[in-house]
């Protein structure tokens, strides 16, 4: 089984600047993927970015980063260069390699100030 | 990229009437469909999982003889809210999972916003 947790009900950034988003997991399984996944306000979830357990180098994809702390079960994202675009709710969530579902934590929601 | 619609993706319904929200996948078969419900400023909570051709499997606390899950396909599952009552109002999302390619991703539904007077 997995937990995930957000701490962070609520976050804001000026425009062009940096935020980081927290995420901490909980898993018994030994091999697992942990995503970041965006919903705008049209509800879409959107897939953000992913990463494999096993592998230790942390994920990018363009101004998103994660920071992967295997150990501490940590999984950050690192949003750079935010635009206004990026304002929506952020799910962090966790499955198991061999598990179907998607366990999601509580949700940040972003704001980006002009 | 992968497609996941939702129809319909609002409705309004009198209470005691029964609702049925349709997840198809467009571009791809799915052998595993997910249906979620979202409350206001809420996470995803996973109601049920449908594997094609076989009965779906609920979490816990979901009532399964109020939402039937039938997946029909291999692209197309149904959500049915029988006898609605105003506390089954909110957004439901299902998700479907690529059948080949990858780690089977999940790609989302746009979501069903029902309203129940």
């Known amino acids: 089984a997995q937990t995930v947790t957000q701490s962070q009900p609520e976050m804001s950034v000026q425009e062009a600047e940096t935020v980081t988003l927290s995420c901490t997991y909980d898993?018994?399984?030994?091999?697992?993927?942990l995503f970041w996944y965006k919903q705008p306000p049209s509800r879409q979830m959107i897939l953000v970015i992913r990463q494999e357990a096993y592998k230790q180098q942390n994920a990018t994809e363009n101004r998103f980063s994660v920071n992967f702390q295997k150990a501490a079960k940590s999984f950050s994202l690192k949003i750079s260069d935010s635009q206004l675009g990026d304002a929506a709710m952020y799910f962090c969530?966790?499955?198991?390699?061999?598990?179907?579902?998607?366990?999601f934590g509580q949700g940040t929601r972003l704001t980006i100030n002009p | 990229g992968a497609v996941v619609s939702q129809h319909p993706s609002w409705v309004i319904c009198k209470s005691g009437t029964s609702v049925k929200i349709e997840c198809r996948s467009l571009d791809f078969q799915a052998t595993t469909m997910f249906w979620y419900r979202q409350f206001p400023k809420k996470s995803l909570m996973l109601m049920a999982t449908?594997?094609?051709?076989?009965?779906?499997?609920?979490e816990q606390g979901v009532e399964k003889d109020k939402f039937l899950i039938n997946h029909a396909s291999l692209t197309l599952s149904t959500l049915t809210v029988t006898s609605a009552h105003p506390e089954d109002s909110s957004f439901y999302i299902c998700s479907a999972r690529r059948l080949a390619g990858g780690w089977n991703e999940q790609f989302f539904g746009p979501g069903t916003r029902l309203t129940v007077l």
């Open positions: 898993t018994s399984e030994s091999d697992y993927y």
């Open positions: 969530a966790c499955k198991g390699q061999g598990a179907q579902k998607l366990v």
């Open positions: 449908s594997n094609e051709g076989s009965k779906a499997t609920y």
